[in-house]
């Protein structure tokens, strides 16, 4: 264990003194091969020196993470890919332009500057630029492009405050700065343009509208694989991104989830246990009139089904408050598909121990 250091910064003025020791520290901890947690705007950072090896391996043990998996490079801006990356095809510097500072992480060949603890042994290098002006100014005062996951502990769900990052990983790492919490709420769309077809590894904070409007000829990869299994990206590990109570997600119709989720929670109740709900603003009439005391803290409502990006924004959030209550069952509603829908419904699979299927329950 060690003395974690906690520093507040505020990303709209990074000039002032107090910000300006802050990136000081940081940079120095990073250039001497030590661990900072900084936000993005999708979620906060665990990060290293990408090109100090030891550095690296540092983050997958405060994580408890596989070495396995590998990481995502950060670098300040788009002229940096060649120091991580190789035969920058023009397709790279066509999304760099448009998606770049942003939510969007590409899959290039991989510059043998990048050590193998980065990349897990692959041929690959995972790079973004990220739009947090704390993390871009990081990156530049530290002078080396940053290796880092998302600042949890491996398999729990992405902190979007330093709050959260301090929750678990305290006492492992040297500091964490604090720029308030994260705009986009889910990590970045990881793309792969290493193949002739682009593929979407992870649907993330760029959509794949968004993505298809510069590449129409753009797949998700939409098969998740068993956990343990080879896979193109470990992100993609079914069990990922859990809260420690078990989630339950029920998808399909409206009517029939908040119907299915309301029968559910009752029988639940009834055999003795504490349930806790994920909602959506539009749920809550049909609940107030079902009977169900949905005030008691007991439930999050994550925004509005017209309103995605609000959810992404709130969903990590809620499931840590969630997670935190003295439940032993959360039953989530599932959200649609479309724009950062895609990335909501996939890390809420991720983190549910089952998922049901709302108009079959309703018959049960
Ligand atoms: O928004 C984000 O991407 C955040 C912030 C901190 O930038 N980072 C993040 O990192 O989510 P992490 O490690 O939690 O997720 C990285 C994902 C994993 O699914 C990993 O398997 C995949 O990127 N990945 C990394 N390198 C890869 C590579 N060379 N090929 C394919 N997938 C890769
Ligand atoms: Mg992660």
Request: glycine letters at 8%.
């Amino acid at each position: 264990m060690m003395d974690t250091q906690f520093l507040t910064i505020d990303p709209g003025r990074l000039d002032a003194p107090t910000a300006v020791s802050a990136l000081q520290l940081a940079a120095h901890i990073i250039q001497q091969g030590g661990l900072v947690a900084f936000p993005t705007e999708t979620v906060y950072g665990l990060g290293a020196d990408a090109l100090n090896a030891t550095a690296v391996a540092r983050i997958f043990a405060a994580k408890k993470r596989p070495f396995f998996d590998p990481l995502i490079v950060h670098i300040a801006d788009a002229t940096d890919l060649p120091r991580v990356a190789r035969d920058v095809p023009p397709l790279a510097q066509q999304l760099a332009a448009h998606f770049w500072p942003g939510p969007l992480t590409l899959v290039l060949p991989r510059n043998t500057a990048v050590p193998d603890v980065v990349t897990a042994g692959g041929a690959t290098v995972a790079v973004r630029c990220p739009a947090h002006p704390v993390a871009r100014a990081l990156i530049r005062a530290a002078g080396t492009p940053i290796a880092a996951p998302s600042a949890n502990r491996f398999s729990h769900t992405s902190p979007t405050s330093a709050q959260h990052v301090w929750d678990d990983l305290a006492g492992e790492i040297e500091l964490i700065l604090d720029g308030g919490p994260t705009l986009v709420g889910v990590e970045s769309t990881v793309l792969d343009i290493t193949e002739e077809t682009p593929v979407v590894l992870r649907p993330g904070g760029v959509s794949v509208e968004a993505l298809q409007a510069v590449l129409p000829q753009v797949v998700v990869r939409r098969q998740l694989a068993p956990p343990g299994a080879e896979l193109p990206s470990p992100g993609l590990l079914e069990r990922h991104y859990a809260p420690h109570t078990a989630l339950w997600l029920f998808t399909g119709e409206d009517a029939a989830i908040r119907q299915a989720i309301l029968e559910t929670a009752r029988a639940q109740q009834a055999n003795g246990r504490a349930v806790a709900l994920l909602l959506a603003e539009e749920d809550l009439a049909f609940f107030a009139e079902g009977g169900w005391e949905t005030a008691v803290g007991q439930t999050a409502v994550v925004g509005s089904l017209n309103d995605l990006e609000g959810v992404a924004r709130r969903l990590f959030f809620a499931m840590r408050q969630l997670d935190r209550l003295e439940v032993s069952l959360i039953l989530a509603r599932d959200f649609p598909p479309l724009g950062l829908g895609l990335a909501i419904h996939d890390r809420l699979a991720r983190a549910a121990e089952r998922v049901i299927e709302a108009a079959r329950v309703k018959g049960a």
